[in-house]
């Protein structure tokens, strides 16, 4: 056999460090603490403003609002059981918890859940203290009828302008058989909604209980009234970016790609395709807005079935700064990524940048970070992974990546994607 020079061999090593580097960005390791076990499907975690050492986990299938003391890594005790009746087939149950952003003085939230008839219930409620909510003080807000069991979206989220974003699922069954993602009229399915929970334009409706944003992009035009945007098939996961206000929605596929998308701080009346497009494929929809980010379904280290969206990292940790943490449910791929600053109107899958798989990284003092259902993040920015499982783990120092080693760049990870 031909000996390899040792000029060859230098260059082959340093070939399979870039390929390595490509994805994992020179990192080495992501350290996790385990902070919480034993919860009951914990689907989302958030901290309420003036609370910022505290996570209230919501609990899908008891209904259940736990608060999980951050400095001593135990739960304390039930801050809400939802008293009403809640629908708890798979996909539904209790699914998002939204503090006003004057919870510190008026002490209100927001619970979005499946009522007993299975449609999509936003309610209102007040504390009595810091530990306990009222439970005789629900108020509705918003109703939506439920066609099938799944797709339910249910986050909701308020952004800088102080007013209250609701993710919406197509409203089920596969492919959308009625079309509602892309019905615009008399029709909030598969959509991001936003209202405002300060006012009432509907007095006479004791079911709607807020008020249309003059700014809204359908308001004096065909169109309802709450739409933002719309062309999304099950939103599960969406965060607001908290420096730059821009909107981040993961968005589950359905037989081929799991997606990505960002609402830039400023802009609305995005129609995300679905179901026309799933992900960067599908057919050609005018004005449609493609993901920045999509991956197939599969098994590979880039693929997966079933997108959990995260939060663009804004914590203690200087080398994760920009960072966009996302994931897979079923694969338990860890992923994380920047946007690159490509127009809005130029979105083709491909506008990230710094992309880094952490799945074989990461390392925890206790447990096993899978079944990603959620990622939270505290009031000082600190990430958190929530599993189905019961656990829930923090994000507590990745090594300073390596001089050197990022040899290729988008062109090159996106060379990887297409051979997987």
Known sequence: MKMLSNLTCVGLILISTAVASAQTGGFSEINFERVADGLSRPIFATSAPGDPDRLFVVEQHSADIKILDLATNTVTGTFLDLPNGVTTGNEQGLLGLAFHPDYASNGLFYVNYTNSNGDTQVQEYSRLNANQADTSSARNILSIDQPFSNHNGGWMGFG??????????????????????????????????????????????????????????????????????????????????????????????????????????????????????????????????????????????????????????????????????????????????????????????????????????ISTDFGTVNNISSFAEDGNGNLYIVGLDGEIFRLVSVPEPASGLILLGLGGLMAMRRRR
Not at 291 to 301: A, E
């Open 160 to 361: 800088q302008d102080n007013l209250l974003y609701v993710g919406t699922g197509d409203g089920g069954s596969a492919n959308d058989p009625l079309g509602n993602s892309q019905d615009i009229t008399n029709n909030l399915l598969g959509k991001m909604l936003r209202i405002d929970v300060n006012g009432d334009d509907f007095a006479a409706d004791a079911n709607r209980n807020y008020a249309i944003p003059n700014s809204n992009p359908f308001v004096g035009q065909t169109g309802d009234d709450e739409i933002f945007a719309y062309g999304l098939r099950n939103p599960w996961r969406s965060s607001f970016d908290r420096q730059t206000g821009d909107l981040w929605i993961g968005d589950v596929g359905q037989n081929a790609r799991e997606e990505i998308n960002v609402l830039l701080n400023g802009t609305s009346g995005q129609n995300y395709g679905w179901r026309d497009r799933e992900g960067t494929v599908g057919s050609a929809l005018a004005g449609a807005i493609d993901p920045i980010y999509d991956y197939s379904h599969g098994s590979g280290d880039l693929q997966g079935f079933s997108v959990t969206g995260g939060y663009v990292y804004r914590g203690p940790i200087e080398a994760l700064d920009g960072h966009y943490f996302f994931a897979d449910f079923v694969t338990d791929n860890l992923w994380s990524m920047k946007l690159d600053g490509t127009d809005e109107t130029l979105f083709d899958g491909t506008n990230f940048s710094d992309f880094v798989n952490w799945t074989d990284l």
